[in-house]
């Protein structure tokens, strides 16, 4: 069982440059996200998906797409990277509240952006 | 809207003395709360949690967090620290009912020896 796992661990990109961050899950959860974390800011989530085919957004999702085919996989595209958008991101599953689950979500590793 | 703060940003303490990590939360329905781990270069881990009952809840290594609904507070507490809780804590909220956790801005523990 490996859990949340994320691809790649390390990114560097150049202003303008676009690319997808991978995040997959195999605990059969509902419930996806993905977080950027930054220095004394804690974890925004950016944009969420209860389910295959069915996205919403967060707090801060400007600047970033989405999309849920299955319910393993949900990657973070990055449409034209910004400085801005320098970060550590985390993925993270879990039951949809609501479903009898435990609520808690389970993190990948992250990945560590560094847009130039 | 929800919102969580945590009143601390860095809290140090030598090893084996207690600690409070304080975190304090708003919201207008009910909810569920949260105390996540994250150790150096590594993803969150969750430490405890508050759904309902009991409103004192423990984790295996020694913490514990006290849900108070009048105070709006879910702060985490440990008698005696060591070395290896070094990390930083993080405080979040969910709506009961709802699909958006919120998340404090973290409280970096350094134990010193």
């Known amino acids: 069982n490996a859990g949340v796992t994320q691809t790649p661990k390390f990114q560097v990109l150049k202003t303008g440059q676009s690319m997808t961050l991978q995040c997959a899950q195999d605990?059969?959860?509902?419930?996806m996200s993905w977080y950027r974390q930054d220095p004394g800011m804690g974890l925004r989530l950016i944009h969420y998906?209860?389910?295959?085919?069915?996205?919403d957004q967060g707090e801060v999702p400007n600047g970033y797409n989405v999309s849920r085919s299955t319910t393993e996989d949900f990657p973070l595209r990055l449409l034209s990277a910004a400085p801005s958008q320098t970060s550590v991101y985390f993925c993270?599953?879990?039951?949809?509240?609501?479903?009898?689950?435990?609520?808690?979500?389970?993190f990948g590793p992250g990945t560590r952006l560094t847009v130039t | 809207a929800q919102s969580v703060t945590q009143l601390d940003s860095q809290v140090p303490v030598f090893e084996e003395a207690p600690v409070e990590l304080r975190c304090n939360y708003s919201?207008?329905?009910?909810?569920?709360l949260f105390w996540y781990v994250q150790y150096p270069n590594q993803g969150l881990q969750l430490l405890l949690k508050y759904l309902s009952g009991s409103t004192l809840v423990e984790s295996i290594n020694g913490f514990e967090a006290e849900f108070n609904k009048s105070q709006t507070s879910f702060h985490l507490r440990k008698p005696s620290v060591h070395i290896s809780d070094t990390a930083e804590y993080f405080c979040a909220v969910l709506n009961t009912g709802g699909f958006k956790t919120i998340f404090g801005a973290g409280t970096r523990l350094f134990v010193k020896a």
């Open positions: 919201s207008s329905v009910s909810v569920y």
């Open positions: 993270a599953s879990s039951y949809a509240p609501g479903t009898g689950g435990s609520y808690e979500q389970y």
């Open positions: 605990m059969n959860h509902e419930y």
């Open positions: 998906s209860v389910g295959a085919g069915i996205t």
